[in-house]
């Protein structure tokens, strides 16, 4: 399974901005999409967003769009997930995935998934 490591989680008051990295340890990402989801507790996972291994094409979910942003960089091994006029709804577990071929919102659609990252956004 390949290593995929989330981080920059963390409290944010509403209105504030978070970056999230996603890294992976012992694969290159050049091939793969990387999406990112999230689960809040008592919730179904959400597809939040997805960039393919290009980098040319990204999606995001209508909850988010407008206010997220997704890039990758391939030398680095990382993509980002910028998030920026955070909302209390934006409250979740944040987990990255990837995926050879295009992306996907379909969870199991990918195999290799990281830890997750804690996202509170709280007043």
């Known amino acids: 399974q390949l290593q995929l490591v989330e981080s920059g989680g963390g409290l944010v008051q509403p209105g504030g901005s978070l970056r999230l990295s996603c890294v992976a340890s012992d694969f290159t990402l050049d091939y793969y999409a990387i999406a990112w989801f999230r689960q809040a507790p008592g919730k179904e996972r959400e597809g939040v967003s997805c960039?393919?291994?290009?980098?040319?094409?990204?999606n995001f979910a209508d909850s988010v769009k407008g206010r997220f942003t997704i890039d990758r960089d391939n030398a680095k091994n990382t993509v980002y997930l910028q998030m920026n006029n955070l909302k209390l709804e934006d409250t979740a577990v944040y987990y990255c995935?990837?995926?050879?071929?295009?992306?996907?919102?379909?969870?199991?659609?990918?195999?290799?998934w990281g830890q997750g990252t804690q996202v509170t956004v709280s007043s």
């Open positions: 960039v393919i291994s290009t980098g040319s094409s990204t």
């Open positions: 995935a990837a995926r050879r071929g295009p992306c996907s919102v379909y969870g199991p659609a990918y195999n290799d």
